[in-house]
C-alpha cells in the first residue's frame, strides 16, 4: 500500500489503491511526490482508481477495513459505475455498493488535475465526524 502526504504537511495522507488505467493519472497527478508512511492519527483519503472486479474485491475490502476512517474518491469511470464493462458479470458497479464514497471524479480518464483539485476540496471541507459534533 503506497502513501503519499500530498501537500507536505500530513493534512492529507492519500492512499491509491490502482486498478486499471486511471492509475496513471494518479501517478502523473502524484509525481514528484515523497512516498509517506501511514501514521494512525492521519487524516487519510483512499483513491480507488480503476475497474473493481469481484476477483480483487476481498483485497479492496482489506484496504478500506485498514483504514476505517478514510474518506474515499472514486477517480474515473470505473469506479464509480463500472465503465464500459458496466455489465460484465465480474465487475463491481461501483465501489459506492461496497463504502460511502465521499467524492466522486468522473471522466474515463479524469485528468491528474481534476484529483489535485478533489483532494484540494476533502482538504478544505471537515470530516464528517467533526461536522456532527
Do not use: H
Not at 492519500?14 to 492509475?23: H, M, P, S, T
Not at 479492496?60 to 474518506?71: S, T
Amino acid at each position: 500500500m503506497r502513501c503519499w502526504d500530498w501537500f507536505g504537511d500530513r493534512s492529507l495522507v492519500v492512499i491509491d489503491i490502482a486498478l486499471a488505467c486511471c492509475a496513471l493519472e494518479v501517478e502523473a497527478a502524484a509525481a514528484g511526490l515523497p512516498l509517506s508512511d501511514l501514521r494512525a492519527d492521519d487524516n487519510v483519503v483512499i483513491v480507488v482508481s480503476g475497474t473493481v472486479t469481484d476477483t480483487v474485491l476481498p483485497i479492496v475490502r482489506n484496504i478500506f477495513g485498514q483504514v476505517p476512517a478514510a474518506r474515499v474518491i472514486s477517480f474515473g469511470a470505473c469506479a464509480s459505475a463500472g465503465g464500459p464493462y458496466w455489465d460484465s458479470y465480474a465487475v463491481t458497479k461501483g465501489i459506492a455498493q461496497i463504502v460511502e464514497v465521499d467524492l466522486f471524479v468522473p471522466g474515463c480518464p479524469p485528468t491528474p488535475t481534476a484529483l489535485r483539485e478533489a483532494l484540494r476540496s476533502l482538504r478544505m471541507s471537515p470530516r464528517a465526524e467533526q461536522v456532527e459534533a
